[in-house]
């Protein structure tokens, strides 16, 4: 016996439209019957979402105030300093934030001596997808100690002091890394600490610009602190006392030194195609003039990039902005923080970036040691995270 009769399946589908069409005939007059009710209950409940986005929007940053009445008090705790940072970098505003880490970046090397000394590695241009991701992943595995050790916390309140060390040794190795890096080269200081105050400046900048509110002067001196405590690491002196001094620091400086050069342009145009690449084609024209619009105009003339149009700008503008309010009104806080390093490394002892690309740098994962200029060796051990305190390897 078959267990489908061919000869019945006509019917059956006949019967099936015949049922939907009936169901849509009255669903339609249903509606118009009840049409005022309907409206009405879409309104109220449009307006309890509204109100409950309203009530929770700003809750992490009345939380903060709370408990951190005195904004000067991540300046005087670095544990204070990186609660702060993570639930407003991580939490509050973590696109943004990824944006401006970007641009620091970009900004950077429209100092001659910075470009020359990039190219130099052979990869700021060569392979500036491994440059980005290298840039990345060494800061933030000095960042991201506090939502490491926290999300352990969470999943075990008792956690020991090894695990608790295990991750901060990957904060004083990716250290050691960038200094065993930067031994390599002569960097003069006052482009050392350029490059240290744009990554300062430019979250302030976008996220007050852009975000669905403006910094609290306690979140400010939160991510002031965290660098300020990178540079420490790095033996980085003299450096701005406060992030209002940084960002006057970084005009000035811009100003000064900014200008065109041959290796500026070449690892310009590089990072625009590298990014294009991760757009639809049919947006990758566009690709150029957005970042003239994320620049100031003197880094246009650095890059030779040409002025973007009063019309682009304010497009680009307009949907920054229309984020902002989305994110305002109709997007719920995030719950967890936003991490591009990994808690654990896998099974083959590496880490697995947790941000998305399409042609990812480390498809395999990365360790701390090997990442930078693929011909810089190092003495550092490639698994601090497994050797702590046995390894005869220099960890610092």
């Not at 204070?80 to 620091?104: C, G, M, N, S």
Request: some cysteine; aromatic content about 14%; proline content about 7%.
């Amino acid at each position: 016996m078959d267990f489908i009769n061919n000869k019945l399946l006509p019917l059956q589908v006949e019967g099936l439209f015949s049922m939907l069409n009936s169901c849509l005939v009255n669903g339609s007059t249903l509606v118009k019957k009840n049409r005022g009710t309907i409206a009405s209950a879409a309104a109220i409940a449009s307006v309890c979402y509204l109100a409950t986005v309203r009530s929770q929007r700003y809750r992490y940053i009345n939380e903060l105030r709370d408990k951190y009445p005195d904004p000067t008090m991540p300046l005087k705790d670095s544990k204070i300093a990186a609660e702060v940072f993570d639930t407003t970098i991580r939490k509050e505003f973590p696109a943004l934030h990824y944006v401006a880490f970007q641009i620091a970046l970009y900004r950077s090397v429209t100092i001659p001596s910075i470009s020359r000394l990039i190219v130099a590695t052979g990869e700021a241009h060569g392979n500036p997808q491994k440059r980005e991701e290298d840039s990345y992943l060494l800061l933030h595995e000095m960042l991201d100690v506090y939502p490491h050790i926290q999300h352990e916390k969470e999943k075990n309140p008792n956690l020991s002091s090894k695990n608790i060390e295990i991750q901060e040794t990957r904060r004083t190795h990716a250290i050691a890394r960038m200094n065993e890096i930067h031994g390599r080269y002569r960097i003069l200081h006052g482009d050392f600490l350029y490059q240290l105050v744009l990554f300062v400046h430019e979250p302030i900048y976008w996220i007050n610009k852009y975000g669905y509110r403006k910094l609290d002067r306690l979140e400010i001196n939160a991510i002031y602190k965290m660098w300020a405590d990178i540079a420490d690491g790095m033996s980085l002196e003299n450096y701005p006392e406060s992030a209002e001094k940084m960002t006057q620091y970084q005009k000035e400086y811009s100003e000064a030194y900014s200008k065109y050069f041959s290796t500026s342009h070449k690892i310009s145009e590089a990072t625009i195609e590298n990014t294009a690449l991760h757009f639809p084609f049919w947006l990758r024209p566009m690709v150029r003039m957005a970042f003239s619009c994320m620049i100031k105009p003197l880094d246009c003339t650095s890059f030779n990039l040409p002025l973007p149009s009063w019309w682009f700008k304010f497009i680009f503008d307009s949907y920054l902005y229309l984020h902002g309010y989305y994110v305002r009104f109709l997007k719920f806080p995030r719950q967890e923080s936003y991490l591009g390093t990994p808690i654990h490394p896998n099974e083959n002892n590496r880490y697995m970036p947790q941000y998305e690309s399409e042609y990812p740098a480390y498809p395999n994962g990365y360790t701390i040691a090997g990442l930078g200029p693929t011909k810089i060796k190092t003495s550092l051990c490639p698994m601090p995270n497994v050797r702590v305190g046995t390894c005869p390897v220099a960890h610092f």
